[in-house]
């Protein structure tokens, strides 16, 4: 196969989700930092906000992580003094994950810090959706 069979990484689709990620993830990281924060951790931090408690499993499943991933974070998380893990009382199995209240004074400076990044991408309102809703539609078909 010749390079003129290949197309260039500027054509291609998983090159721009790619690089684009990085520089989002960018955007967010001196925001991050003053919160002393991972972007992972902040993802946790969103999801927990979201559904208030999860199991490590579940809340895995959302962040496409597996616990191998995860459970160090979520220690990381909990000598920090942001989550706290237990076991369930309905299923001992199970471990719950929920954020201390500590790490919900927080959410205001989130809120900003997410306002912050939407602007920086310079779409507007309805192009920002537009576009949120495409990417999830492209994740959707591919993991079917």
Do not use: W
Request: hydrophobic letters at 35%.
């Amino acid at each position: 196969m010749t390079t003129s069979q290949i197309s260039t990484i500027d054509q291609r689709l998983c090159f721009a989700l790619y690089s684009t990620s990085q520089a989002i993830i960018k955007t967010y990281r001196p925001f991050l930092k003053s919160l002393n924060m991972t972007y992972p951790q902040y993802l946790v931090f969103i999801v927990l906000v979201e559904h208030k408690e999860l199991t490590v499993k579940h809340l895995g499943e959302y962040l496409h992580l597996d616990s191998g991933t995860l459970t160090p974070l979520l220690k990381r998380m909990e000598q920090q003094g942001r989550v706290i893990r237990q076991r369930s009382e309905q299923d001992e199995r199970k471990v719950m994950v929920k954020l201390t209240q500590e790490a919900t004074t927080l959410i205001p400076e989130v809120a900003q810090m997410q306002k912050s990044v939407a602007c920086a991408t310079g779409l507007e309102t309805q192009e920002f959706t537009e576009l949120l809703s495409k990417l999830q539609g492209l994740k959707q078909n591919l993991l079917e």
